[in-house]
Nanobody, 120 residues
Framework: QVQLVESGGGLVQAGGSLRLSCAAS????????MAWYRQTPGAQRELVAA???????TYADAVKGRFIISRYNAKDTVYLQMNSLKPGDTAVYYC??????????????WGQGTQVTVSS
């Protein structure tokens, strides 16, 4: 069973920075896509940033220019560097990984989430 474990969340003032980490229990190069999502109470989980195996990055409009998704294959870890944080970034952040195989289709994995709180 694949596990994704997030860390790095916490409380930060507006304008500050945090770096989230997502450690995978298998090689991250096995994943077709690694991504970060976030969710606030009563809202749907939304995509924040994604990184494909080929290195293509996608960002939500709300975080473009402020957040950076990256990976360190040697540590099987994906990061989300969050800069210029705003109170609207407050949410539980989830790591997501997808593996697509021709015989079994798409398999999606989620971490347990880490809370990010940005105070004004």
């Amino acid at each position: 069973q694949v596990q994704l474990v997030e860390s790095g969340g916490g409380l930060v003032q507006a304008g500050g920075s945090l770096r989230l980490s997502c450690a995978a229990s298998r090689a991250i190069c096995d994943f077709n896509t690694m991504a970060w999502y976030r969710q606030t109470p009563g809202a749907q989980r939304e995509l924040v940033a994604a990184l494909t195996r080929g290195g293509v990055r996608t960002y939500a409009d709300a975080v473009k220019g402020r957040f950076i998704i990256s990976r360190y294959n040697a540590k099987d870890t994906v990061y989300l560097q969050m800069n210029s944080l705003k109170p609207g970034d407050t949410a539980v952040y989830y790591c997501n990984g997808e593996i697509i195989k021709s015989d079994v289709g798409r398999t999606t994995y989620w971490g347990q989430g880490t809370q990010v709180t940005v105070s004004s």
